[in-house]
Nanobody, 118 residues
Framework: QVQFVESGGGLVQPGGSLRLSCAAS????????MGWYRQTPGKQRELVAS???????KSADSVKGRCTISRDNAKNTVYLQLNSLKPEDTAVYYC????????????WGQGTQVTVSS
């Protein structure tokens, strides 16, 4: 059973920055991505950014140029730095581990609320 400890959400002013961190434990497979997704009420969960153990990154167009994702493989921890925050970044952010071999399972953290507002 994969378990997560997420931290770093909260209330941030527009134009500010935040750093989310997520430590995963109980991973029994070797090849997986770690990343962050976000979701607002009535909408599908969407990728913010993900990173493989080798450092290959995917990120949403909406955060390109504002987002830095990094990963500490030894600690199974992923970090997300998001700058120049906008009200539309407001969402619940979920940590994700995606297994890159069959059965390609997704594991999810409990989510952390990020609110961008003055």
């Amino acid at each position: 059973q994969v378990q997560f400890v997420e931290s770093g959400g909260g209330l941030v002013q527009p134009g500010g920055s935040l750093r989310l961190s997520c430590a995963a434990s109980g991973i029994r497979f070797n090849i997986y991505t770690m990343g962050w997704y976000r979701q607002t009420p009535g909408k599908q969960r969407e990728l913010v950014a993900s990173i493989t153990s080798g450092g290959t990154i995917k990120s949403a167009d909406s955060v390109k140029g504002r987002c830095t994702i990094s990963r500490d493989n030894a600690k199974n921890t992923v970090y997300l730095q998001l700058n120049s925050l906008k009200p539309e970044d407001t969402a619940v952010y979920y940590c994700n581990v995606h297994q890159l071999v069959p059965p390609y399972t997704d594991y999810w953290g409990q989510g952390t609320q990020v609110t961008v507002s003055s």
